[in-house]
Antibody, heavy 120, light 113 residues
Framework: EVQLVESGGGLVQPGGSLRLSCAAS????????MNWVRQAPGKGLEWVSY????????YYADSVKGRFTISRDNAKNSLYLQMNSLRAEDTAVYYC?????????????WGQGTLVTVSS | DVVMTQSPLSLPVTLGQPASISCRSS???????????LNWFQQRPGQSPRRLIY???NRDSGVPDRFSGSGSGTDFTLKISRVEAEDVGVYYC??????????FGQGTKVEIK
């Protein structure tokens, strides 16, 4: 069974940093592309970042470019999101989402999410 | 950037009755490979999103056949043939054609009358 478990969320002050993790199990993690998607309280879904299976290709939404860094450790079956210079508008539940093996098979599995609150 | 617009944003439905959600994109979602990468997601209260439909009309494994997707180009529809209590939640369309950026619609909240 595919499982994605996010952790690392919490309360942080504006300008602070936080590192999110997503532990994957039930599939060969190193074969799959991964994404982070966030959802502000009571709002819709916003794609944040993408990383290829090897980690060699990375993309970011304009709203986080230059502040967030996505990475992965295939030996540890883990995905990460390093978030720096956090702003109030980064407050959201952050989900990791796995793509399928075929091109365009996007977001077929999601984790349960971890809440990040940016507030003084 | 591609903008996805859903309607209605709120949809009260009687149990056993059909429901329909529209999703329109600001640009064609036909990819250069001929496919259309338009997905539908369900988010039940307090849960993470779950994909229901991929590439316009393909149901994911385990999704009841009362859910169906259709459309082409810039206009798409998710239909529930007979709404059940477990269908309550927010439904999102998402485009992946103009990858690497995914764009989601605003969401449509389905509730029971």
């Amino acid at each position: 069974e595919v499982q994605l478990v996010e952790s690392g969320g919490g309360l942080v002050q504006p300008g602070g940093s936080l590192r999110l993790s997503c532990a994957a199990s039930g599939f060969t993690f190193s074969s799959y592309e991964m994404n982070w998607v966030r959802q502000a309280p009571g709002k819709g879904l916003e794609w944040v970042s993408y990383i290829s299976s090897s980690g060699s290709t990375i993309y970011y939404a304009d709203s986080v470019k230059g502040r967030f860094t996505i990475s992965r450790d295939n030996a540890k079956n883990s995905l990460y999101l390093q978030m720096n210079s956090l702003r109030a508008e980064d407050t959201a539940v952050y989900y990791c989402a796995r793509d399928g093996v075929s091109y365009g098979d996007y977001a077929n599995y999601w984790g349960q999410g971890t809440l990040v609150t940016v507030s003084s | 950037d591609v903008v996805m617009t859903q309607s209605p944003l709120s949809l009260p439905v009687t149990l056993g009755q059909p429901a329909s959600i529209s999703c329109r994109s600001s640009q064609s979602l036909v990819h250069s490979d001929g496919n259309t990468y338009l997905n539908w997601f369900q988010q039940r209260p307090g849960q993470s999103p779950r994909r229901l439909i991929y590439k316009v009309s393909n149901r994911d494994s385990g999704v009841p056949d009362r859910f169906s997707g259709s459309g082409s180009g810039t206009d798409f529809t998710l239909k529930i043939s007979r709404v059940e209590a477990e269908d309550v939640g927010v439904y999102y369309c998402m485009q992946g054609t103009h990858w690497p950026t995914w764009t989601f619609g605003q969401g449509t909240k389905v509730e029971i009358k």
